[in-house]
């Protein structure tokens, strides 16, 4: 059985075709000469959306479809540019220079290829070992790429003569640099092949297709939802090959067939014709950033079938597609039980916060600047949700859950939020009336089925993260997710969300999502105190978001009692110490570095010196900027990376938490900045897809560097600090210690290990 896209099957063999022709194709193979060298020195940069030029340097595909100077990330446009997104919209060099791209490979006439001219630039200037890099040499994600075509590249290299390829780091050694330039003379053949199952995924592949396209009413409305919540899922097999993941994409062709892939902009768009779903694997170098990772087995299937196919429910009529269905899911999806569509989603919890959270598109501020720095999610228990338990209510509720972005009318913007304002205030005052009659909130609220039930959240001003557990100090929120909100929040970030969509588009999504954190608030403050939650709210919007308390949300409810017992002077530390002790077996990991409540402050069963140096390292964690002056100095993710005399390594993630007086609006977050409130929490793992800095410390060296970090004042005692343990991207080893920390990803855990994004790693 295939699994490849048709497309795909044409032009992979064209590539074995051009192989063959070549007389150097022998000496080398791109799959087991080249992607390596771009997986190595490349792919750190040149993946996803956010690849420089859209230059995606993963998989032979992507580098046959070349550059192009359309970027993705545009948040002034005024149209929906075309999607371009790679294995989907398009396949082959001649479709994708049609959509604008062109060759890096190809030599014209008596000029190389533009790769090999990059290459050379970057390989006759190298870095001065572990030196600062020029200040002349922009970085980040503000860079303004030139995306120089061939005929241009005499006007880039004199104007960016420091700036070849690979962009501003340690580079090829001798040997691939001689590698690629011979494979780019010998036209670059490709001999990639696509990834394909073994035997045993393969017939669970057929299993899985089987279940989503079973046929009858009930079937079909549940294979439709479970795709829509799928759909971003790197999905793999309980004892699957290692690396192997799958993706569920929309066929025209059933099982047994190749895949002739429907591609719509979004996943619940009118296909246009009969569906199949199909699982097809993911091809091209695994990076951590895009890697969203489910599990299936027959325990899962079993689970499934449990939830949606017991009961006597009935579909009367299939519904249909297009903006008012993407606009309202409960809607489209209200046949299906909602304590099965809920309990689904809060199994695997982990993963739907992420699709939103941290997210495949790579570049987030747009959802990222509505949310705190740090925060813990924790999810209301199906038996005490109103819409899961009482129809009469879920019936008022329904029409109320519409969210916005499905009409991007650049000049009904202001229009369409207010409307959807209203109906979603409309709803808070309908939940709170209702719940008004309900028993106080207790203990017994909040769902406590499996260790997804406890979450935190990191942002890292554009990016985010989330992993179980509750890590860190008490954050300075929280939020409390029912059904209602999750499945709003995963339909308006995730589903619906696009990410080559206009400027109206991504307003209404961002406005829209100011709510739903909102909503989580204040669902999370209906367990505090009465009496308390006015100042919880008073502090979360401050100075100019006291208009917007007033003008965009309903009001809390300040009257109803909370069934918990807490501390009156600080109910929320009150709750969390609570939390912790109630559901410590769900708690995924002990932090005592960020909450040290007594004399030891490390983690208990691991190395001597690894306890010696949390111990030093709880020091600096949870203390503000004001008294703790290098946090200024801080990027938002540096890794720690630890070294025993032993051999053995550890790495941390010292991430720095911003303050802000509100995060309630679109715009003028630096104005809302509090940067003597800002703190660092400091956790064993990898914390971020986009490390921005890495130090390597011996274990014994610990105490003396958490001194350095102490007294470092200024920018020149940081700068000592960064000299001494620092590993600047000009560093001799740079690579080796930034692929480590994919390396003890996988040693910990192998299923979520990717490579990592360098884009964002700073000139320190």
């Not at 089987?210 to 409305?221: D, E, F, K, T, Y």
């Not at 297009?322 to 695997?348: K, S, V, W």
């Given at each position: 059985?295939?699994?490849?896209?048709?497309?795909?099957?044409?032009?992979?063999?064209?590539?074995?075709?051009?192989?063959?022709?070549?007389?150097?194709?022998?000496?080398?193979?791109?799959?087991?000469?080249?992607?390596?060298i771009f997986s190595e020195k490349c792919v750190a940069c040149h993946a996803c959306y956010d690849a420089a030029c859209q230059l995606n340097l993963g998989s032979g595909e992507g580098v046959a479809r070349g550059a192009t100077k359309i970027p993705v990330y545009d948040g002034e446009r005024s149209k929906a540019a075309a999607?371009?997104?790679?294995?989907?919209?398009?396949?082959?060099?001649?479709?994708?220079?049609?959509?604008?791209?062109?060759?890096?490979?190809?030599?014209?006439?008596?000029?190389?290829?533009?790769?090999?001219?990059?290459?050379?630039?970057?390989?006759?200037?190298?870095?001065?070992?572990?030196?600062?890099?020029?200040?002349?040499?922009?970085?980040?994600?503000?860079?303004?790429?030139?995306?120089?075509?061939?005929?241009?590249?005499?006007?880039?290299?004199?104007?960016?003569?420091?700036?070849?390829?690979?962009?501003?780091?340690?580079?090829?050694?001798?040997?691939?640099?001689?590698?690629?330039?011979?494979?780019?003379?010998?036209?670059?053949?490709?001999?990639?092949?696509?990834?394909?199952?073994?035997?045993?995924?393969?017939?669970?592949?057929?299993?899985?297709?089987?279940?989503?396209?079973?046929?009858?009413?009930?079937?079909?409305?549940?294979?439709?939802?479970?795709?829509?919540?799928?759909?971003?899922?790197?999905?793999?097999?309980?004892?699957?090959?290692?690396?192997?993941?799958?993706?569920?994409?929309?066929?025209?062709?059933?099982?047994?067939?190749?895949?002739?892939?429907?591609?719509?902009?979004?996943?619940?768009?009118?296909?246009?014709?009969?569906?199949?779903?199909?699982?097809?694997?993911?091809?091209?170098?695994?990076?951590?950033?895009?890697?969203?990772?489910?599990?299936?087995?027959?325990?899962?299937?079993?689970?499934?079938?449990?939830?949606?196919?017991?009961?006597?429910?009935?579909?009367?009529?299939?519904?249909?597609?297009?903006?008012?269905?993407?606009?309202?899911?409960?809607?489209?999806?209200?046949?299906?039980?909602?304590?099965?569509?809920?309990?689904?989603?809060?199994?695997?919890?982990?993963?739907?916060?992420?699709?939103?959270?941290?997210?495949?598109?790579?570049?987030?501020?747009?959802?990222?600047?509505?949310?705190?720095?740090?925060?813990?999610?924790?999810?209301?228990?199906?038996?005490?949700?109103?819409?899961?338990?009482?129809?009469?209510?879920?019936?008022?509720?329904?029409?109320?859950?519409?969210?916005?972005?499905?009409?991007?009318?650049?000049?009904?913007?202001?229009?369409?939020?207010?409307?959807?304002?209203?109906?979603?205030?409309?709803?808070?005052?309908?939940?709170?009336?209702?719940?008004?009659?309900?028993?106080?909130?207790?203990?017994?609220?909040?769902?406590?089925?499996?260790?997804?039930?406890?979450?935190?959240?990191?942002?890292?001003?554009?990016?985010?993260?989330?992993?179980?557990?509750?890590?860190?100090?008490?954050?300075?929120?929280?939020?409390?997710?029912?059904?209602?909100?999750?499945?709003?929040?995963?339909?308006?970030?995730?589903?619906?969300?696009?990410?080559?969509?206009?400027?109206?588009?991504?307003?209404?999504?961002?406005?829209?999502?100011?709510?739903?954190?909102?909503?989580?608030?204040?669902?999370?403050?209906?367990?505090?105190?009465?009496?308390?939650?006015?100042?919880?709210?008073?502090?979360?919007?401050?100075?100019?978001?006291?208009?917007?308390?007033?003008?965009?949300?309903?009001?809390?409810?300040?009257?109803?009692?909370?069934?918990?017992?807490?501390?009156?002077?600080?109910?929320?530390?009150?709750?969390?110490?609570?939390?912790?002790?109630?559901?410590?077996?769900?708690?995924?990991?002990?932090?005592?570095?960020?909450?040290?409540?007594?004399?030891?402050?490390?983690?208990?069963?691991?190395?001597?010196?690894?306890?010696?140096?949390?111990?030093?390292?709880?020091?600096?964690?949870?203390?503000?900027?004001?008294?703790?002056?290098?946090?200024?100095?801080?990027?938002?993710?540096?890794?720690?990376?630890?070294?025993?005399?032993?051999?053995?390594?550890?790495?941390?993630?010292?991430?720095?938490?911003?303050?802000?007086?509100?995060?309630?609006?679109?715009?003028?977050?630096?104005?809302?900045?509090?940067?003597?409130?800002?703190?660092?929490?400091?956790?064993?793992?990898?914390?971020?897809?986009?490390?921005?800095?890495?130090?390597?410390?011996?274990?014994?060296?610990?105490?003396?560097?958490?001194?350095?970090?102490?007294?470092?004042?200024?920018?020149?005692?940081?700068?000592?600090?960064?000299?001494?343990?620092?590993?600047?991207?000009?560093?001799?080893?740079?690579?080796?210690?930034?692929?480590?920390?994919?390396?003890?990803?996988?040693?910990?855990?192998?299923?979520?290990?990717?490579?990592?994004?360098?884009?964002?790693?700073?000139?320190?």
């Amino acid at each position: 059985m295939s699994f490849r896209v048709i497309g795909m099957v044409v032009l992979l063999s064209s590539w074995g075709a051009a192989a063959q022709e070549s007389p150097l194709a022998a000496a080398i193979s791109y799959r087991r000469d080249i992607q390596p060298i771009f997986s190595e020195k490349c792919v750190a940069c040149h993946a996803c959306y956010d690849a420089a030029c859209q230059l995606n340097l993963g998989s032979g595909e992507g580098v046959a479809r070349g550059a192009t100077k359309i970027p993705v990330y545009d948040g002034e446009r005024s149209k929906a540019a075309a999607p371009t997104r790679l294995f989907y919209d398009a396949f082959g060099k001649r479709a994708w220079q049609q959509k604008g791209f062109y060759s890096v490979l190809d030599a014209q006439g008596s000029q190389a290829a533009l790769m090999a001219q990059m290459l050379e630039l970057g390989h006759k200037t190298p870095l001065q070992p572990n030196a600062k890099l020029p200040e002349d040499i922009v970085l980040g994600l503000n860079r303004e790429n030139r995306c120089a075509m061939p005929a241009e590249f005499e006007g880039y290299a004199g104007a960016h003569p420091k700036e070849g390829m690979p962009l501003a780091v340690t580079g090829l050694t001798a040997q691939q640099y001689q590698t690629l330039q011979r494979w780019l003379a010998s036209g670059a053949p490709i001999d990639e092949q696509a990834l394909q199952p073994s035997a045993e995924e393969a017939l669970q592949v057929v299993q899985w297709e089987n279940l989503l396209n079973a046929p009858g009413a009930r079937q079909s409305l549940v294979g439709r939802w479970l795709f829509e919540h799928w759909f971003l899922a790197h999905l793999y097999f309980k004892d699957g090959e290692p690396g192997h993941f799958f993706q569920w994409v929309r066929s025209r062709t059933p099982t047994g067939q190749p895949i002739d892939l429907i591609s719509t902009r979004r996943p619940n768009d009118d296909p246009g014709t009969q569906v199949y779903y199909r699982l097809w694997p993911v091809q091209g170098v695994i990076v951590q950033k895009t890697h969203i990772t489910y599990p299936l087995s027959a325990a899962k299937m079993a689970r499934i079938k449990s939830l949606f196919y017991r009961g006597n429910w009935q579909v009367n009529a299939l519904p249909g597609y297009g903006p008012d269905r993407r606009a309202n899911p409960f809607t489209t999806f209200e046949a299906i039980p909602a304590q099965a569509r809920y309990q689904f989603m809060l199994d695997n919890a982990e993963y739907f916060v992420r699709t939103f959270i941290r997210g495949p598109v790579c570049r987030g501020q747009i959802a990222t600047d509505v949310i705190r720095d740090n925060f813990w999610a924790l999810f209301q228990a199906p038996e005490h949700d109103l819409y899961v338990t009482d129809p009469n209510y879920r019936g008022q509720a329904t029409p109320l859950l519409a969210m916005p972005g499905q009409n991007d009318d650049v000049g009904s913007v202001l229009s369409l939020w207010h409307d959807y304002r209203d109906k979603r205030n409309e709803y808070e005052a309908l939940r709170q009336d209702s719940y008004a009659d309900t028993p106080a909130p207790g203990w017994s609220t909040l769902w406590a089925g499996n260790d997804n039930a406890l979450l935190s959240i990191f942002r890292h001003f554009d990016s985010a993260s989330v992993n179980k557990g509750l890590i860190g100090d008490v954050p300075q929120t929280m939020w409390l997710f029912d059904y209602p909100l999750l499945e709003r929040t995963y339909y308006q970030l995730a589903v619906n969300f696009d990410v080559f969509g206009n400027v109206s588009h991504q307003a209404q999504t961002r406005l829209y999502f100011d709510l739903i954190r909102n909503g989580a608030e204040q669902n999370f403050l209906r367990l505090m105190p009465a009496d308390s939650r006015g100042d919880y709210l008073d502090d979360w919007y401050q100075n100019s978001a006291r208009i917007k308390l007033w003008l965009d949300y309903e009001a809390i409810d300040n009257d109803q009692p909370t069934a918990l017992e807490l501390d009156e002077k600080d109910p929320k530390r009150d709750f969390a110490r609570q939390l912790l002790v109630r559901y410590g077996d769900l708690n995924a990991k002990p932090d005592p570095i960020n909450r040290c409540e007594s004399a030891y402050c490390s983690r208990p069963n691991i190395d001597a010196a690894l306890q010696s140096a949390e111990q030093a390292l709880s020091r600096l964690a949870s203390r503000p900027a004001a008294g703790l002056k290098v946090i200024d100095q801080l990027p938002e993710a540096i890794m720690l990376r630890i070294e025993t005399q032993s051999g053995k390594r550890e790495v941390y993630s010292l991430l720095r938490n911003r303050a802000h007086s509100n995060v309630a609006f679109l715009v003028g977050e630096s104005l809302r900045y509090q940067p003597g409130l800002d703190t660092i929490s400091i956790f064993p793992g990898v914390l971020s897809s986009y490390p921005n800095f890495i130090f390597n410390i011996p274990a014994e060296q610990v105490p003396a560097f958490v001194d350095a970090m102490e007294n470092a004042r200024d920018a020149k005692h940081f700068e000592k600090i960064v000299e001494h343990w620092g590993i600047r991207r000009s560093h001799p080893q740079f690579w080796f210690y930034f692929h480590d920390l994919s390396r003890y990803v996988h040693e910990t855990d192998p299923v979520e290990e990717g490579v990592l994004d360098m884009n964002r790693y700073e000139n320190l």
